[in-house]
């Protein structure tokens, strides 16, 4: 397939497309209710620190990995690969990636359905159609797999537009439109009464009561999650990107992207939940803690919709459409990672692999559907808690360890030809050979013993 890859057609468009990736649930939901339930500010501080001397490093591996190779996860892991060995390792460690991406896809588009239900609810209701709304909001296992599947089309019809005309198209034209409602609405919202004391909560640290280990744990699960590391998805993007393009600053820009749009969110979710307690609403669960996940998103800022009369109608449409663009520009970037496997290295055109890997994801997400209690659940721990930061771990190795340290210099001074005298030279290194691995292991070991 060589010759016919894509590419990103600018910086731009790169950075439109990574952030998009980046952005998600994982910003708009994740950090924002982590962040309330961890202490405020602390959480925010934490989060920073692991984003930035953590998550870059590591977002950085998969970047010049990707580039270097032009190619898929797994193909790429075995061209850095010296030896047979290592080969092997890398090929297991590419289809772990793919099909984490594949998993992480599966419970994402059912989460994503919700949030297009959950946008047309109001409508339904505006024109009287009560019933339909009730069944948009209800938990119901025909809505779910409606919204679904309405879902993954709309994700696999971009990823069989190629990365030009697919990707780059669809988050240029979306991620914008995610920046506007964002504002909007947080500006919205402060000119409240209640949202005060929500930005209060969220902005003042409460280091006493969370400044601890799970904190941490906590902040680096949510920094890996966030930055769509190590299934492969950055690695792919990271692929598409030219030799003309300094991919340090790239990475810089799309970390800071990310770390951004999640505490603007901050601002948006905190006090919306404020204004919702002083419109009546209750916001504090039986233990006297602030409600988090799905009750927060499904329940509670939909009664503080409904306290609103008209304008509830515009702001819990504006919501749950933002929610849906921030989750469709990161699933394309999910299905990339299997599809572009399929195509480069099994000679299947885009178009087929897009809908023959978004059909089997479907069928997954089918068969979580109808096992909700038991799969659910299961499935993002799985994903998210295990085997991303395990991939992030391998993608550190590959890049510290096996890779050869010449060819990884000279992978970055292509785009940047002072790599060699910068401070990116002198740290990055380090980091990605000793300060990751072992902190992931740490945070991992912590993890698994409890
Ligand atoms: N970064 C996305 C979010 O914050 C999730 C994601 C994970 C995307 C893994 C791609 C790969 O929602």
């Known amino acids: 397939m060589a010759g016919t890859r894509g590419e990103f057609s600018s910086r731009l468009g790169f950075i439109l497309a990574a952030s998009g990736s980046a952005v998600?649930?994982?910003?708009?939901?994740?950090?924002?209710t982590q962040a309330a339930s961890n202490g405020g500010a602390a959480f925010l501080l934490m989060y920073l620190l692991m984003a930035f001397m953590l998550a870059y490093p590591a977002l950085m591996a998969e970047l010049i990995i990707g580039r270097h190779a032009k190619a898929n996860i797994v193909t790429a892991l075995r061209q850095v690969s010296g030896n047979g060995l290592t080969r092997f390792i890398g090929s297991l460690t590419g289809f772990a990636g793919i099909i984490?991406?594949?998993?992480?896809?599966?419970?994402?588009?059912?989460?994503?359905?919700?949030?297009?239900?959950?946008?047309?609810?109001?409508?339904?209701?505006?024109?009287?159609?009560?019933?339909?709304?009730?069944?948009?909001?209800?938990?119901?296992?025909?809505?779910?797999?409606?919204f679904m599947l309405i879902f993954m089309l709309m994700t696999s019809l971009i990823i069989s537009g190629g990365v030009r005309n697919g990707i780059e198209k669809w988050s240029s034209r979306l991620m914008p439109v995610l920046l506007i409602i964002l504002v909007g609405l947080i500006g919205?919202?402060?000119?409240?009464?209640?949202?005060m004391e929500g930005v209060k909560v969220y902005l003042l640290p409460d280091f006493g009561r969370s400044f601890n280990f799970q904190l941490i744990v906590n902040a680096l699960g949510q920094a890996f999650f966030s930055l769509s590391l190590g299934v492969g998805t950055m690695l792919i993007y990271g692929s598409y990107?030219?030799?003309?393009?300094?991919?340090?600053?790239?990475g810089r820009a799309i970390t800071l992207i990310d770390i951004g749009i999640a505490v603007l969110?901050?601002?948006?979710?905190?006090?919306?939940?404020?204004?919702?307690?002083?419109?009546?609403?209750?916001?504090?669960?039986?233990?006297?803690?602030?409600?988090?996940?799905?009750?927060?998103?499904?329940?509670?800022?939909?009664?503080?919709?409904?306290?609103?009369?008209?304008?509830?109608?515009?702001i819990g449409f504006s919501f749950f459409v933002l929610m849906t663009i921030a989750a469709l520009t990161s699933?394309?970037?999910?299905?990339?990672?299997?599809?572009?496997?399929?195509?480069?290295v099994h000679g299947l055109s885009r178009r087929a692999s897009s809908f023959l890997v978004s059909g089997i994801i479907a069928v997954i997400s089918v068969l979580i559907v109808f096992n909700f209690g038991d799969l659910f659940g299961l499935v993002i721990n799985l994903t998210t808690r295990y085997a991303q930061p395990l991939l992030g771990l391998m993608l550190c190795l590959f890049a510290g360890w096996i890779w050869h340290r010449n060819q990884?210099?000279?992978?970055?001074?292509?785009?940047?030809?002072?790599?060699?005298?910068?401070?990116?030279?002198?740290?990055?290194?380090?980091?990605?050979?000793?300060?990751?691995?072992?902190?992931?292991?740490?945070?991992f070991g912590q993890k698994v013993l409890g």
């Not at 919205?188 to 949202?195: D, E, F, K, Q, S």
């Not at 000279?410 to 785009?415: L, M, S």
């Not at 030279?425 to 902190?439: D, H, K």
């Open 24 to 32: 998600g649930l994982g910003n708009i939901w994740g950090f924002p």
């Open 100 to 146: 984490t991406a594949s998993l992480i896809l599966a419970f994402y588009g059912i989460v994503a359905g919700w949030m297009i239900a959950f946008a047309a609810a109001p409508m339904a209701s505006t024109i009287g159609a009560e019933g339909v709304a009730s069944w948009l909001t209800g938990f119901g296992n025909e809505r779910n797999l409606v």
């Open 188 to 195: 919205y919202v402060l000119t409240l009464p209640g949202a």
């Open 241 to 250: 990107i030219s030799k003309k393009e300094n991919i340090a600053s790239l």
């Open 265 to 314: 969110a901050g601002m948006l979710i905190i006090p919306a939940m404020y204004v919702a307690q002083h419109n009546g609403v209750e916001i504090f669960d039986a233990g006297g803690k602030l409600i988090a996940e799905d009750t927060l998103i499904f329940t509670v800022l939909p009664a503080l919709f409904d306290t609103m009369g008209g304008t509830g109608v515009v």
């Open 331 to 344: 699933s394309i970037s999910m299905l990339e990672a299997p599809v572009s496997y399929v195509n480069e």
């Open 408 to 443: 990884v210099l000279e992978e970055i001074k292509a785009g940047f030809e002072q790599a060699e005298q910068s401070l990116f030279w002198r740290i990055w290194p380090v980091y990605i050979r000793y300060v990751c691995p072992l902190a992931i292991l740490t945070v």
